[in-house]
């Protein structure tokens, strides 16, 4: 009996042990999007949809339609995003970061023009994974002498970005690789809090319906500099 007892004592510690690390293997990570519901999150600007299908969220464009943002209703400052992104080739899309609202005539959604860091999602060869400054009066917040296409996004799959925002400097990479190493204070000065947004870019009346997905969206908070 005691040795009984003992060998399932020794089993419960060993169970012990491992449980700590498994558990804080993803610490501080949190989903935005929960694979069925568009909970957490508010359309602003444009008539471009967005509905989850088959545990992605797809944003269709809509023609006429100006630039359509579906945001978070939570605001974040200093953080390490993912997810994965998927867009019909001849659409250009990105994703807010630090991002806020101007208010504008005439805006009968009771939201403002939505501006801020927005880093590129679109078909290469082309600048996917740079920083733009949309609504901001400034274009790309990358430099011109970096601003490269390039073709670490696979046109026909999904594509992995991470995003660091720490302080001023904003770190992207696609699928592994590095594309932007960012420092840019006064962008910084106006916008170092502020929401994510899934941007469905406006189109011409002789072009589309184009789509894009994006799945496995989480975050995590850091302290910042």
């Not at 491992?18 to 999007?33: C, I, K, M, R």
């Not at 978070?72 to 899309?93: A, H, M, Q, R």
Request: proline share 4%; charged share 25%.
């Amino acid at each position: 009996m005691r040795k009984l007892f003992t060998s399932a004592f020794l089993l419960m510690l060993a169970a012990c042990s491992v449980a700590p690390s498994t558990a804080t293997a993803d610490d501080g990570w949190v989903s935005l999007f929960d694979g069925k519901s568009l909970a957490g999150w508010t359309q602003k600007n444009g008539t471009a949809t967005y509905a989850v299908e088959d545990g992605t969220i797809v944003g269709r464009t809509a023609v006429g339609s100006p630039n359509s943002f579906l945001c978070t209703d939570k605001d974040y400052g200093n953080f390490e995003l993912e997810f994965e992104v998927k867009v019909d080739k001849g659409l250009n899309s990105g994703v807010q970061i630090r991002s806020q609202t101007k208010e504008q005539e005439n805006n009968k959604k009771g939201y403002g023009r939505v501006n801020g860091p927005q880093v590129e999602i679109e078909s290469g060869p082309a600048e996917a994974g740079y920083v733009y400054g949309e609504a901001t009066g400034r274009g790309w917040l990358t430099p011109a002498e970096r601003l490269k296409p390039h073709d670490h996004f696979d046109n026909d799959g999904w594509n992995k970005y991470r995003i660091v925002a720490n302080g001023p400097r904003i770190q992207t990479w696609i699928n592994g690789e590095m594309i932007e190493d960012l420092t840019d204070e006064p962008i910084f000065e106006t916008h170092s809090n502020g929401f994510i947004g899934l941007q469905v870019h406006g189109i011409g009346k002789d072009k589309g319906p184009y789509q894009v997905a994006w799945r496995n969206i989480r975050i995590k908070e850091l302290a910042g500099k």
